[in-house]
């Protein structure tokens, strides 16, 4: 009798399996190496529910007392499009003075309700030695752009 091994889920960030994307970050296994891959790993923790990861990669001097998430509310999360990595690390290339600070834009579709609504953020991350003296990626704050004054 043969078995079809079934196909692994996308990652809930868009990217391959969970367990070859944002999985090994998520359980502590591996560090983000790039704003982008935590803002990514950022995303799925949200999906998973996993509150000790955002606690985790969220700067201390920035990280909220209160818990981020709401285990009650019913939200669905959609997707994930980064619209300016790439742009920026071209940036970022003219400006190498700057190599532990980064910024990703990003739009996240969820439900709430029945309800569609979007996330559009502009992250801003640092690279500090974290507590085992890594060098690791921290989410430090993000800002909204207005969508109608594009």
């Given amino acids: 009798m043969s078995t079809k ?3 692994a889920a ?3 960030c868009g990217g391959p399996a969970l367990a070859a994307c944002c999985g ?7 560090v983000p190496p790039t704003a982008e891959a935590l803002m990514r790993s950022r995303y ?6 996993n509150e000790a990861y955002l606690q985790a990669t ?3 001097s920035t990280r909220p007392q209160e818990p981020v998430l709401d285990e009650n509310e019913k939200i669905q999360w959609l997707g994930l499009e980064v619209k300016s990595a790439l742009r920026l690390r071209q940036r970022k290339a003219d400006l ?3 190599p532990d600070s980064d910024t990703v834009e990003f739009v996240a579709r969820f439900k709430i309700g029945g ?3 979007r996330l559009h953020e502009v992250s801003r991350f640092v690279r500090e030695s974290g507590a085992d003296g890594v060098p ?3 989410y430090l704050d993000g800002s909204f752009p207005n969508e109608n004054n594009k």
């Fill in 10 to 12: 996308p990652c809930p």
């Fill in 44 to 49: 799925t923790a949200y999906v998973l529910k």
């Fill in 58 to 60: 969220w700067h201390p």
């Fill in 96 to 98: 190498p003075e700057q």
């Fill in 115 to 117: 309800r569609a609504h």
């Fill in 24 to 30: 090994p970050f998520l359980a502590g296994d591996a």
């Fill in 136 to 138: 690791r990626w921290f």
């Fill in 5 to 7: 091994a079934k196909p």
